[in-house]
């Protein structure tokens, strides 16, 4: 993404193509700038400040917008993307979506003649049929005045009555979306401004369009309602586990008026959501369109002080996403790499489990939709005689359970055996909090081997960071598929996606079954990772080398 025509590199100057009308006026010659004033009435230039296609740079009009240049690449990426086949077809059904291009010649002052190219913007089809919009771009491209200002026109236009506004909070629906900046009271110009009352939440319009606010903390509120019109701004932002939940809702109610649309305004992080609607873009019939931008194009509009600290994160990962809205792998930017899990061959002999773990994340609260209780199954061995001890998954579940068939389960379960040598389990491990407090008294009545994990202090991420040294050195094991040589077993997947993605995952059940299961077989020396010995520099070379043994005389 980072060298396509998108996205801006801090070194470049935004090319003609990129800037709004605006800031290629400001170019212009001071006399040549009097001369078109002067052909304006003072009330005509007074519009301008609130004239959205005067001020927007093209990345920033809706996708049916006039096409320029600056915007075709979307369409372009799109087929470069497909097979040479596919590309034919795609090619005739959207045709070229860069219009007409034509030589104007002119003659300056000095009698010197200038050619120049110009470009017959154009909409094709694909674009003018867009219904949900992702404006995907660096922080303060102006996204959010991007969607105010879209949620202005199509109340302007009467192209929609009932808009609905997700942000992640309600705290940011009010601070950002309404009274921040780019928000809808700063952009909307005195003679079409809503009225915004904040204890209904609710901004109603001149012409009798109202647009209702929500926070992605709050699916529910959006449960019933319908509307002709969303924006969602910050989507990456919002709770990854509702995330998903919080989309779905807002489209069931996306269904009033014959062409209901949404916009998506937001830094991209790479959650299932964010990869998805990117996936699904490339399938035409989604009538998705996305769009990429760096903060570097609105440079012109944001000032020094953030400039500098937004830059400071120039070459990170966090800049590639922040400044360019770079989509990196969900797994990328996960605390535990896929590579750094082992994996035990499915040729060779399954090893000999000396003690079996199962590790709880219990949930069965009345929110049990939300969260599934999960297991993890360790079966401690040694890879060989002379390696220390490693770890081997032997199962991995999440369910929904509410609490007798929680309980139910976790009896049964105990009673697995794992592995050709039937190993039994040894110990059942569960935090003793919350859901987990019951289960444990249950289950320790019942006679079962329980071992209570207090998470203490530190957080889910920190607990993750406190045993990662020992997934990296290599002490975490999971069979090879027998089917797909090569991959890990099949049911390992889910696993494996959720921790390697984490702090990105919608999910953490795993997450929390791994960090304590591997935080108590730290604690028990089961694992410990021994740091090689420094050697002295003063210590005599020749007795470390020599495979000297002390042999004690009176025991011969
Ligand atoms: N085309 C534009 N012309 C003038 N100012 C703009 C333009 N686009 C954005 N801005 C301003 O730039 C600042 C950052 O925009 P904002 O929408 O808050 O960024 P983001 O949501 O991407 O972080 C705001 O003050 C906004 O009004
Ligand atoms: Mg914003």
């Given at each position: 993404m980072a060298n396509g025509p998108d996205v801006l590199n801090s070194k470049d100057t935004l090319s003609n193509e990129f800037m709004s009308p605006k800031e290629k006026f400001k170019l212009l010659l001071p006399r040549k700038r009097l001369e078109l004033l002067k052909k304006m009435s003072d009330e005509e230039a007074a519009r301008l400040d609130y004239d959205w296609e005067w001020n927007a740079r093209p990345k920033q009009l809706s996708p049916d917008y006039m096409q320029s240049k600056a915007t075709s690449f979307c369409m372009c990426k799109y087929l470069d993307a497909q097979s040479k086949t596919q590309q034919k077809l795609k090619l005739e059904q959207f045709p070229s979506c860069t219009g007409q291009t034509y030589n104007e010649v002119t003659v300056d002052e000095d009698g010197k003649v200038h050619a120049i190219q110009h470009t017959e913007p154009k909409v094709c089809e694909f674009r003018q049929n867009w219904q949900t919009w992702v404006l995907l771009a660096g922080r303060g491209f102006g996204k959010t005045r991007v969607g105010a200002e879209l949620v202005r026109h199509v109340v302007d236009t009467g192209q929609a009555k009932r808009i609905s506004i997700i942000a992640p909070t309600s705290a940011d629906a009010r601070d950002v979306a309404v009274e921040g900046e780019s928000g809808l009271l700063a952009i909307s110009p005195a003679w079409n401004r809503p009225i915004y009352e904040p204890t209904k939440r609710k901004l109603t319009w001149p012409n009798g369009a109202i647009a209702s606010l929500f926070s992605a903390e709050e699916p529910e509120r959006l449960r019933g309602p319908q509307f002709d019109f969303n924006w969602s701004d910050e989507l990456a932002g919002w709770d990854p586990n509702a995330q998903q939940m919080v989309w779905d809702m807002m489209n069931f109610g996306l269904r009033l008026g014959k062409n209901p649309r949404s916009v998506v305004t937001t830094t991209p992080k790479p959650t299932i959501l964010i990869q998805n609607l990117v996936k699904q873009s490339k399938d035409p019939l989604n009538h998705i369109i996305i769009t990429t931008g760096s903060t570097y194009e609105n440079r012109s509009n944001l000032a020094a002080p953030f400039m500098r600290q937004i830059t400071q994160y120039e070459g990170t990962n966090l800049g590639r996403q922040?400044?360019?809205?770079?989509?990196?792998?969900?797994?990328?930017?996960?605390?535990?790499?896929?590579?750094?899990?082992?994996?035990?061959?499915?040729?060779?002999?399954?090893?000999?489990?000396?003690?079996?773990?199962?590790?709880?994340?219990?949930?069965?609260?009345?929110?049990?939709?939300?969260?599934?209780?999960?297991?993890?199954?360790?079966?401690?061995?040694?890879?060989?005689?002379?390696?220390?001890?490693?770890?081997?998954?032997?199962?991995?579940?999440?369910?929904?359970?509410?609490?007798?068939?929680?309980?139910?389960?976790?009896?049964?379960?105990?009673?697995?055996?794992?592995?050709?040598?039937?190993?039994?389990?040894?110990?059942?491990?569960?935090?003793?909090?919350?859901?987990?407090?019951?289960?444990?008294?249950?289950?320790?009545?019942?006679?079962?081997?329980?071992?209570?994990?207090?998470?203490?202090?530190?957080?889910?991420?920190?607990?993750?960071?406190?045993?990662?040294?020992?997934?990296?050195?290599?002490?975490?094991?999971?069979?090879?598929?027998?089917?797909?040589?090569?991959?890990?077993?099949?049911?390992?997947?889910?696993?494996?996606?959720?921790?390697?993605?984490?702090?990105?995952?919608?999910?953490?059940?795993?997450?929390?079954?791994?960090?304590?299961?591997?935080?108590?077989?730290?604690?028990?020396?089961?694992?410990?990772?021994?740091?090689?010995?420094?050697?002295?520099?003063?210590?005599?070379?020749?007795?470390?080398?020599?495979?000297?043994q002390y042999v004690n005389p009176y025991a011969v």
């Amino acid at each position: 993404m980072a060298n396509g025509p998108d996205v801006l590199n801090s070194k470049d100057t935004l090319s003609n193509e990129f800037m709004s009308p605006k800031e290629k006026f400001k170019l212009l010659l001071p006399r040549k700038r009097l001369e078109l004033l002067k052909k304006m009435s003072d009330e005509e230039a007074a519009r301008l400040d609130y004239d959205w296609e005067w001020n927007a740079r093209p990345k920033q009009l809706s996708p049916d917008y006039m096409q320029s240049k600056a915007t075709s690449f979307c369409m372009c990426k799109y087929l470069d993307a497909q097979s040479k086949t596919q590309q034919k077809l795609k090619l005739e059904q959207f045709p070229s979506c860069t219009g007409q291009t034509y030589n104007e010649v002119t003659v300056d002052e000095d009698g010197k003649v200038h050619a120049i190219q110009h470009t017959e913007p154009k909409v094709c089809e694909f674009r003018q049929n867009w219904q949900t919009w992702v404006l995907l771009a660096g922080r303060g491209f102006g996204k959010t005045r991007v969607g105010a200002e879209l949620v202005r026109h199509v109340v302007d236009t009467g192209q929609a009555k009932r808009i609905s506004i997700i942000a992640p909070t309600s705290a940011d629906a009010r601070d950002v979306a309404v009274e921040g900046e780019s928000g809808l009271l700063a952009i909307s110009p005195a003679w079409n401004r809503p009225i915004y009352e904040p204890t209904k939440r609710k901004l109603t319009w001149p012409n009798g369009a109202i647009a209702s606010l929500f926070s992605a903390e709050e699916p529910e509120r959006l449960r019933g309602p319908q509307f002709d019109f969303n924006w969602s701004d910050e989507l990456a932002g919002w709770d990854p586990n509702a995330q998903q939940m919080v989309w779905d809702m807002m489209n069931f109610g996306l269904r009033l008026g014959k062409n209901p649309r949404s916009v998506v305004t937001t830094t991209p992080k790479p959650t299932i959501l964010i990869q998805n609607l990117v996936k699904q873009s490339k399938d035409p019939l989604n009538h998705i369109i996305i769009t990429t931008g760096s903060t570097y194009e609105n440079r012109s509009n944001l000032a020094a002080p953030f400039m500098r600290q937004i830059t400071q994160y120039e070459g990170t990962n966090l800049g590639r996403q922040e400044i360019y809205a770079e989509l990196i792998d969900i797994e990328e930017s996960g605390i535990l790499k896929r590579t750094w899990f082992k994996m035990w061959p499915a040729k060779k002999a399954f090893p000999d489990i000396e003690f079996v773990l199962q590790s709880y994340d219990t949930a069965f609260t009345a929110n049990t939709e939300n969260d599934p209780t999960g297991c993890l199954v360790f079966g401690v061995f040694r890879p060989s005689p002379d390696e220390p001890h490693a770890v081997i998954l032997l199962d991995a579940w999440t369910e929904h359970l509410k609490y007798p068939e929680l309980r139910k389960k976790t009896q049964e379960d105990y009673r697995n055996t794992y592995g050709p040598g039937d190993a039994s389990v040894d110990m059942l491990l569960i935090e003793d909090k919350g859901s987990g407090i019951p289960l444990i008294q249950d289950l320790q009545r019942a006679g079962l081997p329980i071992r209570k994990y207090n998470p203490g202090r530190p957080d889910k991420t920190m607990r993750l960071h406190a045993v990662s040294h020992l997934v990296h050195n290599g002490r975490v094991y999971i069979p090879e598929s027998k089917k797909v040589p090569g991959e890990f077993v099949t049911w390992a997947e889910d696993f494996l996606r959720e921790v390697c993605s984490y702090p990105n995952s919608p999910h953490d059940e795993y997450v929390d079954c791994l960090s304590q299961g591997l935080a108590m077989f730290r604690d028990q020396e089961w694992l410990s990772i021994d740091t090689p010995k420094e050697k002295d520099p003063f210590e005599d070379d020749d007795v470390w080398e020599t495979d000297y043994q002390y042999v004690n005389p009176y025991a011969v």
